[in-house]
Protein backbone atom coordinates (compact mmCIF):
# COMPACT_ATOMS: atom_id res chain seq x y z
CA UNK A 1 0.00 0.00 0.00
CA UNK A 2 1.12 3.49 -0.70
CA UNK A 3 2.08 5.30 2.12
CA UNK A 4 0.72 8.91 3.76
CA UNK A 5 0.86 11.61 1.27
CA UNK A 6 1.66 15.02 1.50
CA UNK A 7 0.82 17.98 -0.79
CA UNK A 8 3.11 19.91 -1.49
CA UNK A 9 6.59 19.50 0.27
CA UNK A 10 7.56 22.96 0.80
CA UNK A 11 6.29 25.81 1.04
CA UNK A 12 7.07 29.86 1.47
CA UNK A 13 4.74 32.63 2.20
CA UNK A 14 4.32 36.20 3.34
CA UNK A 15 2.41 37.31 6.75
CA UNK A 16 -1.22 37.56 5.98
CA UNK A 17 -1.55 34.93 3.44
CA UNK A 18 -3.41 32.03 3.82
CA UNK A 19 -1.95 28.60 2.64
CA UNK A 20 -3.72 25.21 2.27
CA UNK A 21 -2.00 21.63 2.81
CA UNK A 22 -3.12 18.56 1.25
CA UNK A 23 -3.05 14.65 3.18
CA UNK A 24 -4.00 11.51 1.57
CA UNK A 25 -4.03 8.88 4.09
CA UNK A 26 -3.14 5.41 3.50
CA UNK A 27 -5.93 3.64 1.53
CA UNK A 28 -8.84 2.29 3.98
CA UNK A 29 -7.93 4.44 6.72
CA UNK A 30 -10.41 7.20 7.31
CA UNK A 31 -8.79 9.22 10.70
CA UNK A 32 -6.72 11.96 10.08
CA UNK A 33 -4.72 13.68 12.45
CA UNK A 34 -2.72 16.94 11.74
CA UNK A 35 0.19 18.20 13.57
CA UNK A 36 2.77 21.18 14.06
CA UNK A 37 6.38 20.35 14.63
CA UNK A 38 9.13 22.94 15.72
CA UNK A 39 11.91 22.94 17.39
CA UNK A 40 11.17 24.13 20.34
CA UNK A 41 7.51 22.62 20.95
CA UNK A 42 8.32 19.64 19.52
CA UNK A 43 4.67 17.76 18.01
CA UNK A 44 1.66 19.67 18.76
CA UNK A 45 -2.01 17.64 17.84
CA UNK A 46 -3.88 20.25 15.73
CA UNK A 47 -7.07 18.31 15.06
CA UNK A 48 -8.69 14.96 14.29
CA UNK A 49 -10.97 14.04 11.40
CA UNK A 50 -12.64 10.99 11.07
CA UNK A 51 -15.47 10.16 8.57
CA UNK A 52 -15.18 13.69 7.33
CA UNK A 53 -16.16 15.35 10.96
CA UNK A 54 -13.40 16.92 13.13
CA UNK A 55 -13.13 14.42 16.31
CA UNK A 56 -10.50 16.39 18.38
CA UNK A 57 -9.21 20.09 18.35
CA UNK A 58 -6.18 20.78 20.11
CA UNK A 59 -5.00 24.20 21.13
CA UNK A 60 -4.61 26.34 18.33
CA UNK A 61 -6.52 29.59 17.56
CA UNK A 62 -9.40 29.52 15.31
CA UNK A 63 -6.95 30.88 12.01
CA UNK A 64 -6.17 26.81 11.68
CA UNK A 65 -8.88 24.54 10.14
CA UNK A 66 -8.90 21.35 8.58
CA UNK A 67 -11.90 19.41 6.46
CA UNK A 68 -11.85 15.94 5.28
CA UNK A 69 -13.52 14.80 2.14
CA UNK A 70 -15.44 11.54 1.55
CA UNK A 71 -12.17 9.99 0.09
CA UNK A 72 -10.08 10.46 3.47
CA UNK A 73 -8.44 13.49 2.03
CA UNK A 74 -8.01 15.88 4.39
CA UNK A 75 -6.91 19.63 3.85
CA UNK A 76 -5.55 22.42 6.55
CA UNK A 77 -6.16 25.83 6.13
CA UNK A 78 -3.64 28.51 7.72
CA UNK A 79 -5.15 32.34 7.45
CA UNK A 80 -3.52 35.52 8.31
CA UNK A 81 -0.14 33.62 8.53
CA UNK A 82 2.53 34.92 10.97
CA UNK A 83 6.01 34.45 11.44
CA UNK A 84 5.72 31.99 14.25
CA UNK A 85 3.56 29.63 11.99
CA UNK A 86 6.72 28.62 10.52
CA UNK A 87 7.02 24.96 11.12
CA UNK A 88 6.74 21.48 10.06
CA UNK A 89 3.44 20.11 9.44
CA UNK A 90 2.77 16.66 9.63
CA UNK A 91 -0.24 14.62 8.74
CA UNK A 92 -1.31 10.78 10.04
CA UNK A 93 -3.60 8.54 9.19
CA UNK A 94 -5.01 5.68 11.01
CA UNK A 95 -7.66 2.81 10.33
CA UNK A 96 -10.10 3.97 12.33
CA UNK A 97 -10.07 6.69 15.57
CA UNK A 98 -9.76 3.91 18.22
CA UNK A 99 -7.23 4.21 20.95
CA UNK A 100 -5.11 1.07 20.00
CA UNK A 101 -4.98 2.35 16.01
CA UNK A 102 -1.36 2.98 15.28
CA UNK A 103 -0.87 6.58 13.25
CA UNK A 104 0.66 6.53 10.51
CA UNK A 105 2.75 9.77 9.24
CA UNK A 106 3.16 11.47 5.95
CA UNK A 107 6.83 13.14 5.19
CA UNK A 108 5.34 16.33 5.83
CA UNK A 109 4.54 20.03 4.65
CA UNK A 110 7.82 22.49 5.11
CA UNK A 111 6.03 25.95 5.35
CA UNK A 112 8.23 29.10 5.65
CA UNK A 113 6.32 32.29 6.90
CA UNK A 114 8.55 35.67 6.02
CA UNK B 1 -3.94 17.91 29.85
CA UNK B 2 -1.77 15.07 29.85
CA UNK B 3 2.21 15.70 29.44
CA UNK B 4 4.68 13.50 28.19
CA UNK B 5 8.45 14.53 28.95
CA UNK B 6 11.93 13.88 27.71
CA UNK B 7 14.75 15.32 29.37
CA UNK B 8 17.77 14.52 27.29
CA UNK B 9 17.44 16.40 24.15
CA UNK B 10 20.62 14.70 22.75
CA UNK B 11 22.08 11.33 23.35
CA UNK B 12 24.90 9.78 21.61
CA UNK B 13 26.22 6.03 21.74
CA UNK B 14 28.95 4.19 19.70
CA UNK B 15 28.06 1.69 17.24
CA UNK B 16 27.14 -1.58 18.42
CA UNK B 17 26.62 -0.88 22.37
CA UNK B 18 23.30 -0.33 24.05
CA UNK B 19 21.97 2.92 24.53
CA UNK B 20 18.54 4.09 26.78
CA UNK B 21 16.42 7.15 26.10
CA UNK B 22 14.24 8.25 28.78
CA UNK B 23 10.28 9.45 28.95
CA UNK B 24 8.01 10.22 31.48
CA UNK B 25 4.23 10.70 31.36
CA UNK B 26 1.75 12.35 33.69
CA UNK B 27 -1.77 10.98 33.51
CA UNK B 28 -5.04 10.01 35.61
CA UNK B 29 -6.72 7.31 33.25
CA UNK B 30 -5.41 4.08 34.04
CA UNK B 31 -6.19 2.76 30.52
CA UNK B 32 -3.53 4.04 27.68
CA UNK B 33 -0.77 3.33 24.88
CA UNK B 34 2.49 4.61 24.85
CA UNK B 35 4.12 4.72 21.67
CA UNK B 36 8.08 5.59 20.07
CA UNK B 37 8.14 6.93 17.08
CA UNK B 38 11.19 7.42 15.29
CA UNK B 39 11.85 10.47 12.96
CA UNK B 40 15.05 10.43 10.44
CA UNK B 41 16.70 13.30 8.94
CA UNK B 42 14.26 12.58 5.81
CA UNK B 43 11.43 13.40 8.58
CA UNK B 44 9.28 10.27 7.73
CA UNK B 45 8.10 9.60 11.45
CA UNK B 46 8.15 5.41 12.04
CA UNK B 47 6.60 3.49 14.52
CA UNK B 48 9.00 1.87 16.46
CA UNK B 49 7.70 0.10 19.43
CA UNK B 50 3.91 0.39 21.34
CA UNK B 51 3.19 -0.54 25.16
CA UNK B 52 -0.53 -1.42 26.34
CA UNK B 53 -0.80 0.22 29.64
CA UNK B 54 -2.12 -3.01 30.70
CA UNK B 55 0.07 -5.06 30.24
CA UNK B 56 2.85 -6.05 32.41
CA UNK B 57 4.91 -7.50 30.33
CA UNK B 58 7.55 -5.21 28.35
CA UNK B 59 7.28 -4.77 24.43
CA UNK B 60 10.18 -5.54 22.50
CA UNK B 61 10.96 -5.42 18.69
CA UNK B 62 13.68 -6.92 17.67
CA UNK B 63 16.66 -4.93 18.80
CA UNK B 64 14.28 -2.32 20.83
CA UNK B 65 12.71 -2.85 23.99
CA UNK B 66 10.84 -0.51 26.56
CA UNK B 67 11.35 -0.54 30.14
CA UNK B 68 7.57 0.20 31.01
CA UNK B 69 7.18 1.43 34.59
CA UNK B 70 3.44 2.00 35.49
CA UNK B 71 3.66 3.39 38.65
CA UNK B 72 6.22 5.63 38.32
CA UNK B 73 5.01 6.66 34.39
CA UNK B 74 8.04 5.93 33.23
CA UNK B 75 8.85 4.30 29.44
CA UNK B 76 12.12 4.25 28.39
CA UNK B 77 13.59 2.89 25.19
CA UNK B 78 16.64 0.90 25.11
CA UNK B 79 17.97 0.39 21.67
CA UNK B 80 20.58 -2.89 21.60
CA UNK B 81 23.52 -3.01 19.21
CA UNK B 82 23.00 -0.02 17.84
CA UNK B 83 23.35 0.61 14.55
CA UNK B 84 24.04 4.07 11.98
CA UNK B 85 20.69 3.79 10.52
CA UNK B 86 19.55 4.25 14.59
CA UNK B 87 20.71 7.87 14.14
CA UNK B 88 17.06 9.51 14.57
CA UNK B 89 14.87 11.92 16.32
CA UNK B 90 12.73 9.84 18.70
CA UNK B 91 9.84 10.56 20.49
CA UNK B 92 7.91 9.60 23.04
CA UNK B 93 4.01 9.57 22.71
CA UNK B 94 0.86 8.83 24.42
CA UNK B 95 -2.76 8.45 23.94
CA UNK B 96 -5.56 8.13 26.28
CA UNK B 97 -9.10 7.42 26.03
CA UNK B 98 -12.33 9.52 26.85
CA UNK B 99 -10.37 11.97 28.93
CA UNK B 100 -7.92 13.04 26.63
CA UNK B 101 -10.15 12.26 23.44
CA UNK B 102 -8.39 9.59 22.30
CA UNK B 103 -5.69 12.18 20.87
CA UNK B 104 -1.66 11.61 20.66
CA UNK B 105 0.54 13.75 23.25
CA UNK B 106 4.60 13.54 22.13
CA UNK B 107 6.92 14.86 23.95
CA UNK B 108 9.74 17.46 23.07
CA UNK B 109 12.11 14.46 21.51
CA UNK B 110 15.46 12.96 22.04
CA UNK B 111 18.35 13.20 18.94
CA UNK B 112 20.23 10.07 18.83
CA UNK B 113 22.98 10.54 17.41
CA UNK B 114 25.32 6.87 16.70
CA UNK B 115 29.54 7.37 16.60
CA UNK B 116 31.00 5.07 14.32
Known amino acids: KAGVTQTPRYLIKTRGQQVTLSCSPI?????VSWYQQTPGQGLQFLFE???????NKGNFPGRFSGRQFSNSRSEMNVSTLELGDSALYLC?????????????FGPGTRLTVL | AQTVTQSQPEMSVQEAETVTLSCTYD???????LFWYKQPPSRQMILVIR??????QNATENRFSVNFQKAAKSFSLKISDSQLGDAAMYFC?????????????FGTGTSLTVIP
Open chain 2, 27 to 33: TSESDYY
Open chain 1, 49 to 55: YFSETQR
Open chain 2, 51 to 56: QEAYKQ
Open chain 2, 93 to 105: AYRGQAVTGNQFY
Open chain 1, 27 to 31: SGHRS
Open chain 1, 92 to 104: ASSLVSRITDTQY
